[in-house]
């Protein structure tokens, strides 16, 4: 029984990997290909089915007059604008959904549940309609195309992930640790930073990747939003994208686009280790 | 506990929210009761015109929301059991545990936009791989051209794309499971399987609830999956709401009516939603 | 016709004589024009130069990269270099160039001097656009311009848009299979028809499905009938509009096309229009695999990359394939569209058994100046620049750069064989087609520019669709269409869209 599910789990694990992996590995192959390589059939291997070229990759670093898109500075404005939009979200965030985890809340007949379900409502809304008014809004704010409009825009969109999650994992650090931390002649704000947060970090941070997430790979308002002064990450990669769609730069600015995340997934799984609530009651 | 505290904590984050928020929320709903168009920008006053055609005079609207339930149901519970098979899996000793659970977090990071154009030569029927590896045993599938498999492509990528997102929550929330409960199920001589069942199962039903519906919001939202792959097509076998609605709202500028359908959308997304949370409580918590 | 050319050819070499003295001094600095060096205008680097423009700010945004995208940002460059002016080039997909614009129109704001976009934008965006100063419309550099370009930029009469670029459907084929003596007489004998260039569609799908699914140039791989825009995206309507134009515009019939103009009843569910949907029902047969799915960059990969025998929407599918680096280069041939034998008359209602053929006058990229912007001078100098002969002459000999014969002396077919190394009768043919579509002939379909005409090509789309895949019959399917026109005719007013349809009506009229 035990080897049984050791060899199921190992296959089934293997399989999976390798289906999370071909898409990377076609994109890396497709990112050294030029167009003939792409339209006369699949083409795999770099020498052995095609010429590769290394076209794919320079055009990222070039400027469009010589038919390319810099995308050293969209990176940076994506790094700033998704930390600190993330950072002020998870803030907000964690401090609300303590709130809604601990305390009661009654306005009418409005209660805890309602106000969460407030909170992630936000996210069901499909963005297109709001285009026009975030669009007006920013425009009288002379936030149009500023780093700190689009942060603005992005606390809402990853403000309410943070809350939901958060009241998740704040439900499952037992209350006893507030009132032990109460008793000792803490304030509710003393317990909550001293206590009850160290016990939640592997809720901030799974908190904080999906924030990373949301905001780095949102296209609709950057888009929107922005015209010359501040371009993102996405924004930028898409405007390679003509009438002749150009797999091979395409492949090289996903795989490019990528790589950031992959740094906070490890630190992010370190911590998932690292936190394990079990042992936090002793 | 004082009165003063769970205000000071929930306030921040939800004045900032509802601040940014209410201009553009009632704007839309004004919006809605207007007939903003390409040609006739601005704010006139029709009353309840687009709600009226949207009820009485748009079967396609509906005939998307039928397949976006259907395809979001499958979808999020593809990744809800594969997500938590592999989060189970990787949960306690493996070799190379690091390697895989950084790794099946990776999908979950790419860039819709980008990410969709490369599944779109993936699946192309001509010059893609998977096509290719079909024509050896002398098949051709039109994973995009054909109204079945349209969608199945659809579900395909998706999975790949957010079950790391349940795979990522399942098992934080494993990894915060405290081991009493195991332990006596232990002493009670459970076999894995039971303990399953019977422990794990339950204590994880919270996050679990949250997971689902979660991922149930953003997967009714899915709209750069379809708009690469298929463009809601043959005809309109991939459509989707949020397609649709992006279609009447960004390329025909009917945005009075688009707003309209969003808040309709939202309104019955939010009942929905409320009775699914219901019923997964009663499913999931009930030793 | 070959007096024009011999005209146009006269005129050019006496311009590049007249200038030979300046020929050096410019393109030593902006390489991009070495062939021709710069060429006297009132737009020409030599001008420019003259201009000074430092501390004036222009922002366009234009489309992706490398199609106009390259060389808007390469023009901007070498403005900027001239006459000091700061310019901010952005670049967006196709399909969002309408919305990225217009969101910041309808919201009161003007973030572009200059937008890019197709002409069929023309009646939405004009309330938001300046119109061509005269002193620009009475250029040599703008005369020069053909007719049927300067209509299509153009709104009762007033040029709205800038031409810079042309585009045209026309019916693209591979010579190596067409004018094999070998497949000709395999083809005769198998069907008893002769292999030739197809002079209708019933001949272009017969010929199709012969060559569809084996390898014909012995390349390994499988070869196909056609490669056609089938995806349900913004441009699938233009390729079922020209499938149509051959079956449904009566030059004997005045007064409407889409619509008749009187009633402003949609006449899209004609049986002109349902034969011809119906002939592209059966087109999902010849295509490639997926094929029922290709977008534009579908197309051109698949006819480009030497994948079928036909094909027929816009030029770059033939430039992508007469590249120097691709395998069927100078093997590709170009032809007027295909006509039909018969044509509906609607006044009679009945068919009447004449070939029929007419151009579908597409619009190309188009440029304008919005009138919010704050430095109109500049702006149209640097679209003008940009459009100038030197640039113009270099821009359409680089493929991707998507810029195509617009003006009468782009259609000499030696600038094509000495600056590309095409084949002289593939020149030939070349200049002399597009030549015939813009200037000769006198029954022609414009496209369709109405308020919200986005509406009325999305219905489209999706209506034609259905019937590719098979969810409706042809009839059926266009009955939607034309329930779906009622509606937004009557949402956005009859008058309305009576007022701006009659403006393309008179252009296809009045020949």
Redesign the interface.
């Known amino acids: 029984m035990g080897t049984f599910y050791t060899t199921l789990k190992y296959t089934a694990v293997t399989i999976w990997s390798m289906f999370v992996i071909a898409p990377f590995l076609w994109a890396l192959s497709t990112s050294f290909k030029d167009f003939n390589s792409v339209t006369s059939g699949a083409t795999y291997i770099p020498w052995v089915d095609f010429e590769p070229t290394l076209e794919g990759w320079r055009v990222l670093l070039r400027s469009p007059a010589q038919g390319g898109v810099n995308i050293v500075e969209p990176y940076l404005n994506s790094i700033f604008v998704t930390c600190l939009a993330s950072f002020i979200s998870i803030l907000l965030g964690t401090l609300a959904a303590y709130a809604l985890s601990r305390y009661t809340f009654k306005a009418g007949f409005i209660k805890n549940d309602d106000i969460t379900f407030f909170f992630i409502s936000q996210r069901i809304m499909p963005p297109v309609v709001l285009a026009i008014p975030f669009f007006i809004m920013l425009g009288k704010l002379g936030l149009l195309d500023t780093l700190l409009g689009l942060v603005m825009v992005y606390v809402v969109l990853l403000m309410p992930i943070a809350v939901w999650i958060m009241v998740d994992f704040f439900n499952k650090v037992p209350v006893e640790i507030d009132e032990t931390a109460l008793i000792d002649g803490c304030n509710p704000i003393q317990a909550f930073f001293k206590v009850v947060l160290p016990n939640s970090i592997p809720g901030m941070v799974v908190a904080g990747l999906f924030c990373m997430i949301f905001g780095w790979t949102d296209f609709f308002f950057a888009f929107i939003l922005t015209f010359t002064e501040v371009q993102l990450l996405p924004v930028a990669i898409v405007s390679l994208n003509s009438s002749i769609t150009p797999w091979w730069s395409l492949s090289a600015a996903a795989l490019v686009s990528v790589a950031p995340l992959i740094v906070v997934a490890f630190i992010v799984e370190r911590y998932l280790s690292k936190g394990n609530l079990s042992g936090a009651l002793k | ?2 009165f003063k ?6 306030l ?3 004045l ?2 509802l601040g ?2 209410i ?2 929320i009632g ?2 709903v004004r ?1 809605s009761l207007s ?5 006739f ?1 601005g704010l006139d006053f029709i009353g309840l015109e687009n709600y009226t055609r949207l009820f009485t ?1 748009d079967p ?1 609207f509906w005939e998307a929301f039928q397949r976006l339930s259907f395809m979001s149901v499958i979808t999020v519970f593809l990744q809800y059991t ?1 997500g938590f ?2 989060a189970h ?2 949960w306690k000793e ?1 070799k190379f545990q ?1 390697f ?16 969709t ?3 779109k ?2 699946f ?6 998977v ?2 590896f079909f024509s050896l045993f002398g098949v ?1 599938p ?4 054909s ?1 079945a498999l349209s969608k199945v492509t659809v579900i395909i990528v998706e999975v ?1 794309q957010w079950t790391p ?1 349940m795979f ?2 399942l ?2 929330g494993l ?5 009493e409960p195991f332990l006596a199920a232990s002493i009670d001589g459970a ?2 399987i039971r303990k399953f069942v019977y422990v794990t199962f339950p204590l994880m039903a ?2 679990s609830i ?1 997971a689902i ?2 991922r149930l ?2 997967a ?2 899915i ?2 999956t379809v708009y690469v792959l ?8 991939s459509e989707t ?2 397609f649709y ?3 009447k ?7 009075g009516y ?2 309209a359908l ?1 808040l309709t ?2 309104i019955i ?2 009942i929905s ?2 009775i699914i949370a219901k019923m997964l409580v009663k499913l999931m918590i009930r030793s | 016709m070959k007096k024009m050319i011999k005209i146009s050819t006269l005129t050019v070499t006496a311009s590049l004589l007249a200038v030979a003295a300046q020929a050096d001094k410019w393109s030593d600095q902006f390489p991009h024009i070495k062939n021709t060096g710069d060429i006297a205008g009132e737009c020409s680097y030599e001008s420019m130069s003259k201009k000074d423009y430092s501390g004036q700010k222009l922002t366009i945004n234009t489309h992706a990269v490398p199609v106009i995208g390259e060389p808007t940002a390469l023009h901007a460059e070498q403005f900027s270099k001239l006459t000091g002016a700061e310019v901010n080039v952005i670049h967006t997909p196709a399909g969002d160039l309408y919305s990225k614009a217009m969101v910041p129109f309808q919201a009161g704001q003007a973030p572009y001097d200059i937008v890019f976009g197709f002409s069929n934008f023309i009646r939405d965006w004009k309330q938001y656009l300046q119109p061509v100063p005269a002193k620009y419309v009475n250029m040599r550099q703008m005369q020069d311009v053909t007719q049927s370009h300067i209509d299509v930029n153009s709104w009762d009469g007033e040029m709205i848009q800038f031409p810079i670029d042309g585009d045209r459907h026309y019916l693209k084929y591979r010579k190596d299979v067409i004018d094999n003596p070998e497949y000709q007489a395999k083809y005769k004998a198998e069907t008893g028809n002769e292999l030739r260039v197809p002079q209708t569609w019933k001949e272009y799908g017969e010929m199709a499905t012969f060559f569809n699914g084996w390898d014909w140039d012995n390349d390994g791989e499988l070869e196909y009938g056609s490669a056609e825009v089938m995806k349900k995206d913004d441009l699938m309507f233009a390729a079922f509009f020209s499938r149509s134009v051959a079956y449904a515009k009566n030059p004997r019939v005045p007064g409407g096309y889409f619509f008749d103009l009187e009633s402003m009843e949609p006449l899209i569910n004609g049986p002109g229009f349902v034969e011809a949907l119906t002939d592209w029902v059966e087109a999902t047969k010849y295509v490639p695999p997926g094929g029922i799915n290709f977008g534009l960059g579908d197309e051109i990969n698949s006819f480009g990359g030497g994948q079928t025998l036909f094909s027929f929407s816009w030029d770059d599918a033939f430039v992508a394939a007469m590249q120097d680096d691709s395998p069927i280069k100078n093997k590709v041939g170009a032809a007027p569209l295909p006509g039909s034998d018969r044509v509906w008359n609607r006044s009679s209602g009945a068919w009447e058994n004449e070939f029929n053929q007419a151009p579908y006058i597409v619009w190309g990229w188009t440029a304008a100046v919005a009138k919010a912007s704050k430095n109109q001078d500049v702006a149209f100098d640097y679209l003008c620049f940009f459009a100038n002969d030197a640039n113009h002459q270099a821009d359409i000999a680089i493929g991707r750069f998507g810029v195509n014969p617009f003006k009468k002396s782009d259609f000499v077919p030696e600038l094509y064989v000495e600056r590309q190394g095409w084949d002289p009768e593939i020149a030939k043919q070349y200049a002399e087609t597009l030549m015939e579509m813009e200037e000769g002939s006198t029954n022609r379909v414009f496209p369709l520019r109405v308020p919200g005409v986005f509406q009325f090509n999305s219905a489209i789309a999706t209506g034609t669709s259905k019937a590719l895949a098979g969810q409706l019959s042809p009839q059926e399917a266009l009955d939607e269409v034309a329930a779906e026109w009622k509606k937004i005719v009557k949402r956005i007013g009859a008058d309305t869209v009576r007022e701006a349809y009659a403006i393309g009506v008179a252009l296809e009229d009045n020949l």
């Open positions: 506990m004082n505290h769970k205000y000071l904590f929930l921040p984050g939800f900032v929210l940014i928020l201009f553009p704007f839309t919006l007939s903003w168009d390409s040609f920008p005079d396609r594969i098979a592999l899996m990787v493996i690091r895989f659970r950084v790794l099946f977090l990776i999908p979950m990071m790419t860039t819709p936009v980008i990410m154009v490369i599944w030569t993936v192309h029927e001509s010059l893609g791989p096509n290719f051709t039109l994973w995009l051209s109204e790949w997102f990522l929550l098992l934080a990894l915060s499971l405290p081991k076999g894995p919270p996050i949250g519906i979660i919001i953003e009714s939202k709209m750069d298929t463009s809601g097509g043959p005809g309109t076998s709401s949020s609605i992006f279609i709202g960004l390329r025909e500028f009917q945005f688009s707003a969003s959308y939202l997304m939010i939603l409320t």
